[in-house]
């Protein structure tokens, strides 16, 4: 027999005194019970955004990017700050599921199985806009490498922009891959509780069969940590990739070195953030309380915190090297366009720094951390600052280029690009909600192997192992 | 396809059962599986199975990703159509380092994915017999599979003593067939084969 043993000092990840078998109640009542009223307002709510989304995208698609109010001067507006923007929520998913997994952090398993729905929703997300901003969409699959009747004319594979769109989709599969491998017991275990024909069909065909055959555990356990080993250096170079998309340009503001680590640290905390607004109301509306604890959220909040600052850090070093490169086009994008306040697009970058760089250090004290409203609040708010991060360094760097004379007129989005972006929110909410009612939300399996070293019922007796003698601790746990 | 006779015991706590699937194991049954609703580390060992090689094939699986980038693109940048990129290289190896890589992640992780679905023959509308209802809930079930010479009575007696709940015996088909979860039916003929 292992021994299972873990220090007092730390805190329970499972509330209460549970069973193996109240984990599964308690995490499957949502797919069980009929949804709430709550849920069917906010559901119709998102699918009403969704459809003004697909409006906005019919009038984008039928009248062509004009319907827009990019110009020539300022190329790349809401669109890709959007998809920076939504890519970057997409990386907490992964990061939380595969690299906490290989560190070993047992937090993860409350949130790892909404995280990577998120980080897969967020993703549908951002791939909307890249398509959507080529105009003629119905070309898109041109972005593909493939032998063709055009010459055969091939992608450019020295293009950080088709890197993008490997990294994109590799990121999405690999994502879904996991996320679905990690699916399969659990839906197993709504699938053999089944009361209703329908459900049992559907979450049958769902679970693939799975039995829980010791030896399938094995190589499931074997493809996991493979995965999560593959998936941590990918979620690394996926925003590395986005990042390229402007460092390998020579735009000032853009062609910085440090642009991966900043973007990379940037995602994390976007993401973590989103991660936090999603799992503070699931937890509520589903009473799972005692599994997203309040340590859960103090996990999540320090690193808010940690890479709130590393952005900040890297918004000075921007600044300083903006002067100390004594480049005048630098200087005048750091600290004309973006850093002095009355400057056209001043606002944004200032909205940035209050709501990234200052407002999250609150979460240098406990009691902040642990509250749930300050918590909730602040998640809102970092995701405001990153999306304001986006939008200066995108439309800061563009606006005013070298010659005065193509300066642009001030760039602010119509009607149908900001009915595009709140139709993604509209397809993401739809697709969380969908998962919130039809998915367990919380990774059964996983819970219930740290259970009985971590759940608060289990930690309790370990007083006992904690005051054992050596030899009596021996003699009681030794391989015979 | 045929069916088999098996002798299912249930338990309630992995404290239990590790020494009983030692017990089973040094009497000289053969248990045909442990189900359990999580993943038991070191039931694998305890009873006697081989470490699998699913990381070996997504080694490989990487490795023909990275190859596949890096022959696809010199091919295409060196041979079939080399376009003059700002004057650069035509063999530019730094620049397809991203692609390598993400070719890499994506043949291993979709190549591990099928091996593995195709390992534990794993597939939608896949069904197989389950010895237990509760096996993904909260019971590990283990399910020995009987001979001619086996006593289904004193192997039963047996579990029991060794702290199984619940005991039974099953005639079951222990492979998979095309089903649904909803109905009963069972495609195969009623042959029962018994192991020597």
Redesign the interface.
């Known amino acids: 027999m292992h021994l299972k043993y873990e220090s007092q000092l730390r805190e329970p990840l499972v509330y209460g005194d549970k069973t193996y078998k109240q984990v599964t109640e308690d995490i499957v009542r949502p797919i069980e019970a009929k949804p709430t009223k709550l849920w069917y307002v906010g559901f119709y709510i998102a699918v009403a955004l969704l459809m003004f989304g697909v409006y906005s995208v019919y009038r984008e698609v039928t009248y062509g990017i004009g319907q827009w109010n990019l110009n020539k001067t300022v190329g790349w507006g809401w669109d890709i700050t959007n998809f920076v923007w939504w890519v970057g929520i997409g990386h907490a998913g992964t990061l939380i599921s595969a690299i906490l997994l290989l560190f070993r952090q047992g937090w993860r398993t409350g949130v790892n199985r909404a995280a990577e729905a998120m980080t897969i929703f967020a993703v549908m997300c951002a791939g909307q806009f890249p398509i959507f901003h080529m105009g003629r969409v119905w070309m898109a699959f041109f972005v593909l490498p493939y032998p063709n009747s055009r010459g055969p004319l091939w992608v450019n594979f020295n293009s950080p922009l088709l890197w993008d769109v490997f990294a994109i989709s590799t990121y999405f599969t690999v994502s879904l891959l996991f996320w679905y491998s990690g699916l399969i017991p659990d839906f197993a275990t709504v699938r053999d509780r089944a009361f209703t024909k329908l459900r049992k069909r559907l979450y049958g065909i769902a679970s693939f069969g799975w039995t829980g055959s010791t030896k399938h555990w094995q190589r499931h356990e074997s493809l996991s940590l493979v995965l999560a080993g593959l998936s941590t250096p990918l979620v690394l170079s996926v925003h590395t990739i986005v990042s390229f998309d402007f460092a390998t340009s020579v735009i000032p503001g853009w062609h910085t070195t440090i642009f991966p680590p900043y973007f990379v640290a940037g995602a994390i905390f976007s993401g973590f953030a989103m991660v936090q607004t999603l799992m503070i109301m699931v937890r509520k509306v589903f009473a799972m309380e005692d599994y997203v604890t309040i340590g859960h959220i103090e996990a999540m909040n320090k690193v808010i915190v940690l890479t709130g600052s590393i952005v900040g850090i890297a918004y000075l070093t921007e600044l300083f090297m903006g002067w100390y490169s004594q480049n005048k086009y630098e200087g005048y994008t750091f600290w004309y366009s973006r850093a002095y306040l009355f400057s056209p697009y001043g606002w944004s970058y200032w909205g940035m720094m209050a709501c990234n760089v200052l407002s999250p250090q609150i979460f240098w004290f406990r009691k902040m951390r642990r509250n749930i409203f300050v918590t909730f609040f602040m998640s809102i708010i970092v995701n405001i600052g990153m999306w304001f991060e986006r939008f200066v360094i995108i439309v800061t760097s563009l606006y005013r280029d070298y010659l005065p004379s193509s300066w642009s007129v001030y760039y602010s989005p119509t009607i149908w690009e900001i009915g595009f972006y709140a139709g993604t929110f509209g397809l993401f909410f739809t697709c969380f909600f969908l998962f919130a009612k039809y998915f367990p939300v919380i990774a059964i399996a996983e819970i219930k192997y740290v259970l009985k070293t971590t759940g608060e019922g289990y930690k309790n007796q370990m007083t006992k192992i904690e005051d054992q003698k050596l030899e009596e601790f021996v003699h009681e746990h030794a391989h015979h | 396809m045929a069916k088999k006779k098996f002798v299912v015991g249930c338990f309630?706590d992995?404290?239990v059962l590790?020494?009983a699937v030692k017990k089973v194991r040094t009497a000289g049954y053969k248990i045909h599986?442990?189900?359990?609703?999580?993943?038991?580390?070191?039931?694998?060992h305890a009873?006697g199975?081989r470490?699998?090689s699913?990381?070996t094939a997504?080694f490989i699986y990487?490795i023909t990703g990275t190859t596949t980038a890096v022959s696809?693109?010199s091919w295409?940048?060196t041979k079939?159509?080399p376009?003059n990129?700002g004057g650069?290289p035509h063999f530019?190896l730094p620049?397809?380092i991203?692609?390598m890589?993400?070719?890499t992640?994506?043949f291993?992780?979709?190549g591990?994915?099928l091996t593995?679905?195709y390992?534990?023959?794993?597939?939608?509308?896949?069904?197989?017999h389950?010895f237990h209802?509760?096996?993904?809930?909260?019971l590990f079930?283990m399910v020995i599979e009987c001979t001619d010479k086996t006593n289904t009575d004193d192997l039963q007696a047996f579990l029991s003593s060794n702290g199984a709940l619940e005991t039974k015996v099953e005639v079951a088909e222990d492979g998979?067939w095309l089903g649904?979860?909803?109905k009963d039916e069972m495609p195969f003929e009623e042959k029962q084969i018994v192991a020597a």
């Not at chain 2, 390992?119 to 197989?128: H, R, S």
């Not at chain 2, 209802?133 to 909260?138: E, I, K, V, Y």
Request: charged share 20%; glycine share 4%; hydrophobic share 55%.
């Open positions: 309630d992995e404290a590790f020494p599986d442990v189900y359990t609703p999580f993943a038991v580390h070191g039931l694998d009873m199975l470490e699998t699913l990381h997504g990487g696809a693109i295409i940048f079939d159509w376009l990129i650069k530019a620049a397809w991203p692609i890589f993400e070719l992640v994506l291993a992780a979709v591990m994915v593995f679905c390992l534990c023959q794993l597939a939608p509308f896949v069904k197989k389950h209802a509760r096996a993904t809930d909260d079930v998979w649904r979860y909803d």
